[in-house]
């Protein structure tokens, strides 16, 4: 569990600022235009898409609700991110909604190493095969349990590291 808070210690820090600071439905607006734009292949098309953003800028997300119509979008940009095997902004803010809407939303997703255990309740949903590569559909919640675990696990062992 120690080794797991350390690899997670970035998505504690942004969980409790989340919490304090800021709404998920606003990251998730951000997040998007992030990957939008960073997987652009060349300035020309990059410029054309922040004029695209700019346009579809004028309709303002809802900041007190939820909208589901969001979180589809959300999950269109995890399935086709660029490097599956890499943790991006996306992920983090996927990990964002399961955190804030716990028990509510869950996350299907065959990138198994983005969601660290120490913070997620996991059960294999199905298995795939394709071309004899054999996928695994993994169902995610955040458990806030396991959260606060970490927390405290992470403190001790900061505590310890200072001695």
Same mark, same amino acid.
């Given at each position: 569990?120690?080794?797991?808070?350390?690899?997670?210690?970035?998505?504690?820090?942004?969980?409790?600022?989340?919490?304090?600071?800021?709404?998920?439905?606003?990251?998730?607006?951000?997040? =998007?235009?992030?990957?939008?734009?960073?997987? &652009?292949?060349?300035?020309?098309?990059?410029?054309? %898409?922040?004029? @695209? /953003?700019? +346009?579809?800028?004028?309709?303002?997300?809802?900041?007190?609700?939820?909208?589901?119509?969001?979180?589809?979008?959300?999950?269109?940009?995890?399935?086709?991110?660029?490097?599956?095997?890499? =943790?991006?902004?996306?992920?983090?803010?996927? &990990?964002?909604?399961?955190?804030?809407?716990?028990? %509510?939303?869950? @996350? /299907?997703? +065959?990138?198994?190493?983005?969601?660290?255990?120490?913070?997620?309740?996991?059960?294999?949903?199905?298995?795939?095969?394709?071309?004899?590569?054999?996928?695994?559909?993994?169902?995610?919640?955040?458990?806030?349990?396991?959260?606060?675990?970490?927390?405290?696990?992470?403190?001790?062992?900061?505590?310890?590291?200072?001695?």
């Amino acid at each position: 569990m120690i080794k797991g808070t350390e690899d997670s210690n970035i998505f504690f820090n942004f969980y409790n600022e989340l919490n304090i600071k800021y709404q998920p439905v606003f990251l998730i607006h951000e997040g =998007i235009k992030f990957e939008f734009l960073r997987s &652009a292949v060349s300035a020309d098309v990059k410029q054309k %898409r922040e004029e @695209l /953003l700019n +346009i579809l800028d004028v309709t303002v997300l809802p900041q007190n609700k939820f909208d589901d119509d969001i979180l589809q979008i959300a999950q269109i940009y995890h399935a086709n991110k660029v490097q599956p095997n890499q =943790i991006h902004y996306i992920d983090v803010i996927n &990990a964002a909604i399961l955190n804030q809407f716990a028990g %509510r939303v869950h @996350l /299907l997703t +065959i990138d198994n190493n983005d969601y660290p255990p120490c913070l997620f309740n996991y059960e294999e949903f199905f298995s795939m095969e394709k071309n004899n590569q054999r996928s695994i559909v993994g169902e995610y919640i955040f458990s806030k349990e396991k959260y606060h675990e970490g927390l405290v696990k992470l403190a001790a062992a900061t505590k310890e590291i200072k001695k």
